[in-house]
């Protein structure tokens, strides 16, 4: 076992230095002089030349990447302009907020979507089953942002504002202006509060997908003998389903947990930009409006590297939960 | 065996025959539906309604347009073979005896009748057919100019109503107008960015796969990491760094989307290689260029086909995010995208900004959903029943 990680481990290397490079050559590769935001028209040829030698954009190209991949190593990112700040400083709070967002999404796309396919699987070609399917590829087919947009549109400022429903969700931001003076109880209330709408725009789409995928797996299951040994010993139809077919359906659906992971991030650009989540997405977003190249670069690569640990924690769940993928 | 459209309607060739010209020849594609063909028939028939209800509404544009711009041009081109294809369609179709049809039957024609019975995803084929008329024949149907602003004292966010029926926008730009004309960009990239994925990723994938060994390795090391990148992001950074275009976004969407494709036909190709007829082909001594194009692309097709499909549902996705983010293509032209993203600021006031271009962005996405699965059944041999 410890094995097979180390293992997992020492390939992800090689992507990180795959994807480090790549960012690198994207970088050089696009028109224009990184230095450029620092020049004005009427600057000094020398003092021109200082501010590229600062940069270290006056050396050859095989010693800018030596100090790129040193730099991503001892997670030097550069100094954010537009926030004024250390990008590392920039990412570190940011970073926590996205988690926040996309965990609790992750989380209920899997719930609903489990939740959901086991239903259709149960009643197979039912009207139930064929509803819910054509349901499931509207949500499957919609973009996020307009989701988001939405939902915000119903359940905030409409059902706030015009129809006056007794419950309605915020349309932006973490938490209420006066979060300072809640008590602790209320604080985790006001921060739920807020969650509502963004982790149901991000996980609708998703749990669509899950939700297809875990319909199929089921069907597959409960087509086999040790089902139909567990219906023949008299076994209640609950108990066939939750305790045995079940926890066999669920093996493949691991894999998905690093495969939506990549969509998941996509998604929370969206999502955060909508909702005014201070978090990477809007982190990145706000970014590219200023042009703040060291920060757009640190935020993909933090990206990127999320990407590429979360794959690696799905797979090592995967090989926890089905015997039959060997550590070696 | 031979016979593809069993049923009573098709019992008899004499005289009914005969009657269904008749019904054929003043609308194709009904003799179709009657004779339980309702995929095809239905989309032969409300092609010719539209194109029948321009010709008859808009006859002035139609004439105008005789010396008009290149895309007014194209739509009169679409509307006069889009007949001419209906009705002969249809009267070739009706000539054509069952018996006279071909009597082997491969791959790709049981394909198409499993696709044909899969009522959805036919439904799917007609919404893109009639999508696609719509961009092409924007210039005939829209009721206003998309990028004329109408006075913006009085006509600015107005609802929905007989002249403007879905509203006007914050620069009196009539929705209804632009959501049509948004059409072409999102089918248009979609399409090209989809193309150009499908075709690197299928020639990599192949060659990747039968060449195997150290070049094998390098090229999905590779793909690995393209992958395990969020796609938006890598987007952004490109689209940031870069002048942004709608060629820069379709030769982006399309140079990022081919590691999937590349990965489906090298697993595909792998499997392939082992088998008889490609061994009796390097038995033939053909070339490997010969096999790799001749033999192993068009039997990993199906996958692709089906990944393609799907992939263009989602590309339009993108393109419209990229829009959302104002990255994508830029105002004035009309996308779904940009007017989602001009409403952000008027949702209270005018909702109807916002809501209906992402109506059509759904439609259209579930549109190729919908295909794409279809496909995947009727390609899939294990699935067929």
């Not at chain 1, 991503?72 to 954010?80: A, I, K, N, P, R």
């Not at chain 1, 809007?282 to 670069?297: E, F, H, N, S």
């Not at chain 2, 139609?62 to 194209?74: F, P, Q």
């Not at chain 2, 263009?312 to 004035?332: C, H, R, Y």
């Amino acid at each position: 076992m410890t094995r097979y990680v180390v293992g997992r481990l020492l390939t992800a290397i090689p992507l990180v230095w795959g994807i480090a490079t790549l960012m690198f050559l994207l970088v050089h590769l696009a028109p224009g002089d990184p230095a450029l935001q620092y020049i004005t028209p009427g600057m000094d040829r020398e003092v021109v030349e200082q501010v590229r030698a600062n940069f270290g954009l006056d050396q050859p190209l095989h010693v800018q990447y030596g100090r790129w991949l040193g730099a991503m190593v001892t997670g030097d990112f550069g100094y954010s302009y537009s926030m004024a700040r250390p990008v590392a400083d920039v990412v570190a709070n940011a970073f926590p907020n996205t988690l926040l967002l996309s965990g609790s999404a992750l989380l209920l796309a899997f719930v609903i979507g489990i939740v959901l396919g086991t239903i259709q699987a149960v009643r197979q070609y039912s009207v139930t089953d064929s509803l819910l399917s054509v349901i499931l590829l509207f949500f499957y087919s919609m973009p996020g942002f307009w989701l988001a947009l939405m939902l915000v549109l119903s359940m905030s400022l409409f059902a706030n504002a015009i129809w006056e429903l007794p419950i309605w969700f915020p349309a932006s931001g973490m938490t209420s202006a006066d979060y300072d003076l809640m008590s602790p109880a209320g604080r985790v209330l006001d921060r739920i509060w807020h969650l509502v709408l963004p982790t149901s725009a991000l996980s609708l789409a998703l749990a669509a997908g899950i939700a297809r995928f875990m319909r199929g797996s089921m069907l597959e299951v409960v087509r086999q003998d040790f089902i139909r040994t567990a219906r023949a010993k008299g076994l209640p139809e609950r108990v066939v389903i939750f305790r045995h077919a079940l926890r066999n359906a669920l093996t493949p659906i691991i894999t998905l947990v690093g495969l939506y992971i990549p969509f998941l991030f996509s998604g929370t650009v969206f999502i955060e930009t909508v909702f005014a989540w201070p978090g990477m997405g809007r982190t990145i977003v706000d970014a590219i409006g200023t042009r703040d190249y060291p920060l757009i670069m640190a935020a993909s690569f933090f990206f990127a590297i999320t990407v590429v640990v979360a794959n690696l924690i799905a797979d090592t769940l995967y090989a926890v939960v089905d015997p039959r993928v060997r550590y070696d | 065996m031979t016979r593809r459209n069993p049923g009573p309607a098709d019992s008899g060739h004499g005289r009914a025959g005969w009657g269904r010209r008749v019904v054929g020849s003043i609308l194709p594609g009904l003799p179709q539906i009657l004779m339980g063909r309702w995929g095809t028939g239905s989309t032969a028939l409300s092609v010719w309604l539209l194109l029948l209800v321009i010709v008859v509404a808009r006859t002035d544009r139609l004439l105008a347009a005789v010396g008009g711009a290149w895309d007014e041009r194209l739509a009169l081109l679409t509307t006069v073979f889009g007949l001419m294809a209906a009705w002969g369609w249809c009267w070739r179709d009706l000539g054509a005896s069952t018996d006279s049809r071909p009597s082997g039957i491969d791959q790709w024609s049981l394909a198409v009748v499993a696709f044909s019975r899969n009522r959805t995803a036919v439904a799917g084929l007609v919404l893109i057919v009639l999508i696609y008329m719509v961009a092409l024949l924007a210039p005939l149907i829209t009721p206003h100019d998309p990028l004329h602003m109408y006075d913006l004292t009085t006509s600015r966010l107005q609802g929905l109503s007989t002249t403007h029926p879905l509203g006007t926008d914050h620069l009196a730009r009539d929705v209804l107008s632009r959501i049509l004309y948004g059409a072409r960009i999102s089918l248009t990239i979609g399409f090209v960015a989809v193309g150009i994925s499908a075709t690197i990723g299928t020639l990599v994938g192949a060659v990747a796969g039968f060449l195997g060994g150290a070049i094998d390795n390098a090229i999905m090391r590779f793909v690995d990491v393209v992958i395990s990148f969020p796609r938006l992001v890598l987007l952004i950074a490109i689209v940031a760094l870069f002048e942004s275009s709608i060629t820069l976004v379709i030769l982006v969407l399309g140079l990022t989307l081919w590691p999937s494709t590349a990965r489906i036909v090298r697993g595909e190709v792998l499997v392939l290689r082992e088998r008889e007829f490609i061994q009796a082909a390097h038995a033939l001594g053909y070339s490997r260029r010969r096999i790799i194009v001749r033999h192993l692309v068009p039997n990993a097709l199906p996958p692709v086909i089906v990944a393609a499909t799907l992939g263009i549902g989602n590309t339009i996705v993108l393109e419209a995010g990229l829009s959302f983010l104002s990255l994508g293509v830029q105002p004035p032209t009309p996308s779904w995208g940009t007017m989602v993203a001009d409403g952000r600021d008027e949702l209270l006031s005018a909702w109807w900004l916002s809501t209906f271009p992402g109506l059509a962005i759904v439609f259209t996405v579930l549109a190729f959903n919908l295909v794409g699965d279809g496909l995947r059944d009727a390609l899939d041999p294990r699935l067929r029943s």
